[in-house]
């Protein structure tokens, strides 16, 4: 019995749902980034964005039977942290600015 | 496994890393430059070491995750050469006072980044790479805090930057699925042999890879970011994110697009086409009438990445080899351009406007001929650099049956012309000065204005011995497959 | 050594241009400037006669000199571009009035801008200007033929727009870039499809190789001479591309005289010979040519009648002169378009000089209707202009006559096409000698104007007399060298290098022959043609005499019979109103819904609504750019749905 065979033997979910799920996730981020005005609620779309593509690394490392796709989805993971921690500085950093968290109204810079 | 192939990076991530600590210490006067310092020594370090390893063997490190071939080599110069000219328009800035080490380390990571790119053996490394400058960039727009338009371009940069490399990265993650693998040059082998062509799989990847990277480059409908952004950021850090950006945007695209995605030419070679046009367009007319340089060059750069695209859908050695000499002759022109708003927008309050620049041909007649200049060769106005690249661009194009392409790459150049040529002009034209300043220009940014002029006239003058190295760098890469 | 003479003459103006402005804000004495500016040209025509006269002791096929200074670019696929000149019978000729005429032009500024500001600028200018035509002239391969001819454009419109806080100046100035960056593409196009099919842009090899490689008659052969002639087209100010010139007059007088009436304007001119074996490859687009020379001349003749500002009335005629040319050169008749050139330097900038002293005179005045009169109180101008009037009519003896009457007996002498092309320069002279006798008759003739004249006239110094005496003097003389029936040293001259069939090797070792020699006229035929040219001439006069010559009452009546007719032609046929509409069309089309109505625009037309489109973009684009980072990512988004959309579409 192959090794894929195995392990969805094991765990019983089908390839195709890591990719389903993933491109939900990727899609409700992309909707999250589109209608969210407070900039913590970008960031946590944003961070969808790059946990769908997790989803769909560890799927295709299970579908390759390699671990590429893993070691991939770490990194991802690293860089999305350092990501959100430099994002939240920015944030607090433009809130004590300006004392409001809507992206909307940042629009000093425009043409 | 061969580490010290790993130098140049090695050495301007250390360096990083150690301005950053430098930056605690006490400010006392000689401190002050200490991190600076640093930086400008391990830059030119690591050109030496690029320069010592050229001749040698191509050789890949870290499990064929780094590679160190010609191509690498000859990037790693370039982005070490603009890391230090960007120190140097950052010297002595008053706004960075307090912030030297932060500023300095910034810069080195971000460069680190840049030829991590370049380097790139697999898609992991590749997007550490982007990942890593863009980050480093994030927080350099936003370093002046005082100022909020400097914060608004630092978080705009990250979340929309963030968009981008989401959507790149789950385009690497499709083409890992369709290929199963992540390294590039087995990529080729697998999207060839296997049936993959028709399956909607690498079309997806393709897909979202294009848009990541177009983002990064600037491309249209992705460049919404560019003004805003370049306009917000501190001036020195405007021309880092011009000059870098691009040279570590298109290092990416010629790595996959060379390379790895070489063998589904006939898939991507349209869609890159249209959108290198439409950039070319709407970048060339969106520059017109502004009044802003930064935001003028924000918007040309736009346009210069169009051009760029043009060299990269043509998919043949003759495409990298331009693309990369374009890099260099448009390094040199918008160095030159930067270090002349630097300047300006030291001695006056608005320098950035067009309008402040008007009399410098005579008031300060060496910044009026290097801005001139580099006027001039943007345009790409014969027989300057700027001329010669898109000429080599656009004749790859011709060569690969898109002379349709050519033909809006030069209807662009034309328009371009509207914008560049008001600069020249309000630069030359007489009567009374804005200011009657007597502020001496630090001597750090006149040698980056002068040098990089200079460069804009050497590239042009010794195209020849620049267009074998390029090509060098080239056939380096299009190794196995024969198309 | 001629090949060093060569650097020489192109260099000399360059040190000149580069001298001139390294002064930066300290203006130099007026004299420094004299010297450093008329001296650089004055030299570089000494050093060219040397050459020419080095060249006349020559064999006739020794005389092609090519000198390298150094190779520039050598791709590994076989393309080379050297930094190389070629000097040869072709381009001594231009060099030699280049810069013989251009010396005089740059003696007679001395003392025609002495008043203006920006001195030093001027001469700066012109001489950059000499020294890009001498580039392009000079060049050895298409290349540098670029390089020269881009910056011949730059030069230009700097010197249009040398009264830079005229915003009437400044307008023009872009229209002619803008026009003239179009023909630019049409050349870098046809650079690339050479390159394509032959590999190389050097003279020599691409003229040897062309008959071998690019089928005659094809289509490759026809886009590379139409993308050349697009060049041509753009710089020499013909049809549909000549509305940049006329606006040219803007310019300072000297300017007109020499860029838009010698030299640059003729640049066309010398592509089409220069390249002529590219052109004879494609017998369709040397009919093309010829046919849009020849309807440039009529054309423009029928608007030189109703200008009443004496530079435009001239600017005209020059567009209608060198519609002559090219339509020579569109017949084959290379030699005969190279001697009406010649002549035409000579006669036309004597007239622009001419015209110069008398708006100096009479302090700034241009307009016909404040002159009349002139001749007593203007005597040398009088004779001056008189002379250049009765050369370009073509009056037997006057140099215009010999030239221009070669093209018209070479046009009859080409079939019935050519029995067309006979018609319509025939009726062009009859038209010329007309326009140009309404000039003469009356600014010089006729009674003054309403009101006379006010204060003194401003008269004129030797800096200026000079050389407009040595043009007419030339003007009368200079025709002499080529006479029909008789010896034509022009053609011989130039017979090497325009001369000859381009010959195909065939793959049996034959020769075909592409191309053709254009067929000479039989002595009966020309004397039927010298005839009606002389008929035509004559009567051209005559009928200015009766209209203008006693006063404005006969003229008055017969444009008030004609209003339409009249505004018609004053308007230029429309040209510049029609781009105009065809702009706002495309634009309305686009859906731009920011813009207005615009109403016909008369002045500055074409140029300027192009501008208004692009500026009306670019600000709906930086409407767009909002600010909000959410529509840039939105943006973002969408494009990546175009993308993937543009991606399926190519996959099926």
New interface residues.
């Given amino acids: 019995m192959n090794a894929l065979a195995h392990a969805a033997a094991v765990t019983g979910v089908p390839h195709s749902s890591y990719?389903g799920l993933?491109v939900l996730l990727?899609a409700i981020?992309?909707f999250g980034?589109?209608?969210?005005?407070n900039?913590l609620l970008?960031?946590l779309s944003?961070e969808l964005?790059?946990n769908?593509?997790?989803v769909?690394?560890i799927?295709?490392s299970r579908?390759?039977n390699?671990s590429?796709?893993q070691?991939?989805a770490l990194?991802?993971m690293v860089?999305a942290a350092?990501?959100v921690v430099?994002?939240l500085?920015?944030?607090v950093?433009?809130f004590r600015?300006?004392r409001a968290l809507d992206?909307?109204e940042?629009?000093?810079?425009?043409? | 496994m061969n580490t010290s192939v790993l130098t140049p990076f090695l050495i301007v991530s250390g360096a990083g890393v150690l301005a950053l600590l430098l930056g605690v210490l006490p400010a006392r006067r000689a401190a002050r430059m200490l991190p600076t310092a640093t930086g400008i020594v391990a830059l030119v370090a690591a050109i030496i070491m690029s320069r010592v390893q050229w001749g040698g063997p191509d050789e890949t490190a870290l499990a064929s995750n780094y590679l160190s071939d010609r191509f690498t080599l000859l990037l790693d110069s370039i982005l070490a050469v603009i890391g230090i000219a960007v120190l140097l328009l950052a010297w002595r800035e008053s706004s960075s006072a307090d912030k030297r080490g932060e500023y300095a380390g910034l810069i080195l990571l971000s460069v680190a980044g840049m030829m991590l790119v370049a380097a790139a053996g697999t898609t992991i490394v590749l997007f550490l790479g982007i990942e890593l400058f863009s980050v480093s960039l994030y927080i350099l727009c936003a370093l002046e805090t005082w100022r909020s338009r400097s914060l608004e371009a630092g978080l705009k940069y990250l979340i929309v930057g963030a968009v981008g490399s989401g959507i790149l990265v789950y385009g690497l993650a499709l083409l890992y699925g369709a290929t199963g693998t992540t390294v590039l040059s087995e990529m080729q082998h697998a999207l060839i042999d296997g049936d993959m062509l028709r399956d909607p799989l690498p079309i997806a990847a393709l897909t979202m890879i294009v848009v990541g990277l177009g983002f990064k480059a600037s491309a249209v409908p992705f460049h919404m970011w560019t003004p805003d952004v370049y306009d917000g950021a501190p001036t020195p850090i405007t021309a880092f994110m011009a000059t870098g950006t691009k040279v570590a945007a298109f290092a990416a695209f010629i790595r996959l697009f060379s390379d790895s995605l070489l063998g589904m030419f006939d898939d991507w070679r349209l869609p890159v086409a249209i959108l290198a046009a439409v950039t070319v367009i709407i970048g060339n007319i969106a520059a017109l009438l502004q009044p802003g340089m930064k935001r003028m060059l924000a918007y040309s750069g736009v346009a210069q990445a169009g051009y760029l695209l043009i060299g990269i859908a043509a998919g043949s050695v003759a495409g990298v080899e331009a693309v990369l000499y374009y890099l260099l002759a448009y390094t040199a022109m918008t160095m030159a351009a930067f270090a002349v708003v630097v300047m300006r927008e030291r001695e006056v309050l608005d320098g950035d406007q067009i309008g402040a620049l008007r009399g410098i041909g005579r008031s300060r007649p060496m910044m009026g001929v290097v801005l001139t200049l580099a006027m001039l060769s943007l345009a790409g106005f014969p027989p300057l650099a700027g001329f010669i690249g898109k000429f080599m661009l656009f004749g790859a194009a011709v060569d690969a049956d898109l002379t349709w392409l050519a033909i809006v790459g030069a209807v662009g150049s034309m328009i371009s012309l509207g914008y560049y040529l008001k600069v020249v002009a309000v630069a030359w034209q007489s009567g009374p000065p804005v200011d009657d300043t007597t502020y001496r220009t630090p001597r750090s940014v006149t040698i980056v204005a002068v040098v990089s002029a200079a460069a804009i006239v050497l590239v042009a003058l010794f195209a020849d011995p620049l267009l074998t190295l390029c090509s060098d760098a080239a056939q380096g890469l299009i190794g196995t497959i024969n198309r | 050594m001629i090949g060093t003479l060569g650097w020489i003459v192109l260099g000399l103006p360059l040190l000149g241009a580069l001298v001139l402005m390294a002064f930066g804000a300290k203006e130099p004495p007026k004299r420094v400037t004299q010297l450093v500016g008329c001296g650089s040209i004055g030299l570089a025509f000494l050093a060219t006669v040397v050459a020419f006269f080095s060249m006349l002791s020559e064999h006739a096929e020794e005389r092609t000199h090519v000198s390298r200074l150094w190779e520039w670019i050598d791709i590994g696929q076989g393309l080379k571009v050297d930094l190389a000149i070629r000097i040869d019978q072709l381009s001594i000729m231009m060099m030699l009035v280049i810069t013989g005429v251009g010396f005089l032009i740059h003696l007679y500024s001395t003392e025609y801008m002495a008043h203006e500001d920006g001195y030093r600028r001027f001469f700066a200018e012109m001489n950059f200007f000499v020294f890009s035509m001498l580039l392009l002239v000079e060049a050895a391969n298409f290349v540098f033929l670029i390089v020269g001819w881009a910056l011949v454009g730059l030069a230009s419109y700097l010197l249009i727009g040398f009264y830079y806080d005229r915003p009437v100046a400044v307008a023009a100035a872009k229209k002619a870039f803008v026009i003239n960056v179009l023909g630019d593409i049409g050349m870098v196009i046809a650079c690339f499809l050479l390159v394509r099919e032959l590999g190389t842009l050097d003279y020599d090899q691409v003229f040897a190789l062309a008959p071998q490689f690019i089928p005659a008659g094809g289509g490759v052969a026809l886009s590379i001479a139409l993308l050349l002639f697009v060049g041509a087209m753009a710089k020499s100010a013909q049809a549909p591309l000549h509305t940049w010139l006329p606006d040219a007059m803007e310019g300072p007088t000297p300017v007109s005289a020499l860029i838009h009436a010698a030299t640059m304007v003729t640049a066309g001119v010398y592509l089409v010979v220069r390249t002529h074996v590219l052109f004879e490859l494609s017998p369709l687009a040397m009919n093309i040519v010829a046919g849009v020379g020849a309807f440039t001349l009529l054309m423009a003749a029928t608007i030189a009648i109703a200008q009443v500002d004496i530079k435009r009335v001239l600017a005209w005629s020059t567009v209608s002169q060198i519609g002559y040319m090219i339509m020579a050169t569109g017949l084959g008749a290379y030699a005969s378009g190279m001697f009406h050139f010649l002549t035409h330097a000579f006669f036309k900038a004597l007239l622009f000089l001419t015209a110069g002293i008398i708006i100096h005179a009479l302090h700034g005045e241009q307009s016909l209707d404040k002159m009349g009169a002139l001749r007593k109180p203007l005597r040398f101008a009088y004779f001056a202009f008189a002379t250049g009037c009765l050369a370009i009519a073509g009056v037997p003896g006057f140099s215009g006559f010999f030239s221009k009457d070669e093209i018209i007996s070479m046009a009859a002498a080409q079939g019935t096409y050519g029995w067309v092309l006979f018609g319509v320069s025939t009726l062009g002279a009859f038209l010329t000698a007309f326009y140009m006798f309404r000039l003469l008759l009356r600014v010089f003739h006729g009674t003054e104007p309403e009101g006379g004249y006010h204060g003194e006239f401003h008269m004129s110094g030797a800096a200026m007399t000079v050389p407009v005496a040595i043009l007419t003097v030339l003007s009368i003389i200079g025709g002499w060298i080529q006479v029909p029936f008789g010896w034509k040293k022009v053609t011989d001259w130039l017979e090497p290098v325009v001369g000859g069939i381009p010959q195909k090797v065939n793959a049996d070792g034959t020769l075909t022959a592409v191309g053709h020699v254009a067929a000479e006229p039989s002595h009966n035929l020309e004397v039927i043609t010298i005839s009606a040219s002389l008929a035509v001439a004559l009567l051209g006069i005559l009928l200015a005499w009766y209209i203008f010559a006693n006063g404005p009452e006969r003229r008055l009546r017969i444009s008030a019979r004609h209003p339409h007719l009249r505004s018609f032609l004053e308007d230029a046929w429309r040209f510049d109103e029609v781009y105009d509409e065809t702009v706002v069309l495309a634009g309305r089309a686009s859906g731009d819904g920011l813009r207005d109505h615009v109403e016909p625009k008369v002045v500055i037309g074409a140029g300027r609504g192009v501008q208004e489109l692009f500026s009306d973009m670019a600000r709906f684009m930086h409407q767009i750019q909002s600010g909000l980072v959410r529509t840039y990512a939105v943006a973002l988004m969408a494009g990546l749905a175009a993308v993937a959309v543009i991606f399926i579409l190519v996959s099926r």
């Fill in positions: 990719i993933s990727f981020g992309l980034v589109a209608r969210r005005r900039p970008l960031l944003v964005l790059l769908a593509a997790n769909a690394l799927g295709f579908y390759w390699n590429d796709g070691i991939f990194v991802v860089v350092a990501e430099i994002g500085g920015l944030v950093a433009v600015q300006r992206v909307d940042m629009t000093e810079l425009r043409g």
